[in-house]
């Protein structure tokens, strides 16, 4: 079946710094894809959508230019968390869809700021 | 606007009984409607979705869920529960092409 790809799983990043996360559609082209963060025990929040060749459409809520996204090729959407700090520490989980409308999920990332 | 609720935070049964997860939503037009499982520390697993004919929708791993339009329900079900179904479920909504609204998630306890 279709397979989501995230990288990395866990990243420690300090204070200030900026960390990028991979989502990969592997077997399937998605020309949208979807940001979530989750706090633990709690739902997914959807932070932005990627679009493939055009601007990310982000939440109401979630900052632009901290959370950075760029949709670079039909199987690719990265997301950076700029100068990051302990609050951005969290899992966050990417989407797409395929054929049929199924969504399918990454694994996610956890990223923990020090 | 689209949302879910997931009344129960927790639903605990004994291995061998049926389990009901419970979900009802609430959408203008015809709901694509999901349900996910995920383990501790990992994304999302698919199980099922509705999209449209049979109201009984069966999935992965033994569940499956049955649409009710006059109840706006999506309740998800397994005859018989393993301890190994204990995770977190999270009933979910959209429409084609968007991303899915989801519930806050029911906590499975299977009991051995």
């Known amino acids: 079946g279709a397979v989501v790809s995230q990288h990395p799983s866990r990243v420690i990043c300090k204070s200030g710094t900026s960390v990028k996360i991979e989502c990969r559609s592997l077997?399937?082209?998605?020309?949208?894809m979807f940001w979530y963060r989750q706090f633990p025990k709690q739902s997914l929040m959807l932070m932005a959508t990627s679009n493939e060749g055009s601007k990310a459409t982000y939440e109401q809520g979630v900052e632009k230019d901290k959370f950075l996204i760029n949709h670079a090729s039909l199987t690719l959407s990265t997301l950076t968390v700029t100068s990051a700090h302990p609050e951005d520490s969290s899992f966050y989980i990417c989407?797409?869809?395929?054929?049929?409308?199924?969504?399918?999920f990454g694994e996610g990332s956890w990223l923990t700021v020090v | 606007a689209q949302s879910v609720a997931q009344p129960e935070d927790q639903v605990n049964v004994a291995e061998g009984n049926p389990l009901t997860v419970k979900c009802t939503y609430s959408?203008?037009?015809?709901?694509?409607l999901f349900w996910y499982v995920q383990y501790p520390n990992r994304g999302l697993q698919f199980l099922l979705k509705y999209i449209t004919g049979d109201n009984l929708v069966k999935g992965s791993y033994g569940f499956e869920a049955e649409f009710n339009k006059s109840q706006t329900s999506f309740h998800l079900k397994k005859p018989s529960a393993l301890v190994s179904d204990s995770a977190l479920y999270f009933c979910?909504?959209?429409?084609?092409?968007?991303?899915?609204?989801f519930g806050k998630g029911t906590t499975l306890s299977v009991s051995s």
């Open positions: 989407s797409a869809p395929s054929q049929g409308n199924t969504i399918y």
């Open positions: 979910a909504v959209n429409q084609a092409g968007t991303a899915l609204i």
């Open positions: 077997d399937f082209q998605a020309t949208t």
């Open positions: 959408v203008s037009g015809n709901p694509y």
